[in-house]
């Protein structure tokens, strides 16, 4: 490898890690985005199993 084409392939190469380390960051706020909604929908659902139950025991 000359000595002109190694700086590029290394300033191709970051350029490359950055874009994967983005992706890959985005990838993981997406999944702790989804996490949090579907503990919020847990949450939400198991107050009106409660609150069924209770009815059907006051019934």
Wanted: glycine residues 0%; hydrophobic residues 40%.
């Amino acid at each position: 490898m000359n000595v002109f084409a190694k700086p590029l392939v290394m300033k191709i190469y970051r350029t490359y890690l950055r874009f994967r380390l983005e992706r890959y960051t985005r990838d993981l706020q997406a999944i702790a985005e989804q996490r949090e909604n579907d503990f919020q929908a847990e949450r939400i659902l198991h107050q009106a199993v409660v609150s069924v139950r209770s009815k059907l025991h006051s019934l």
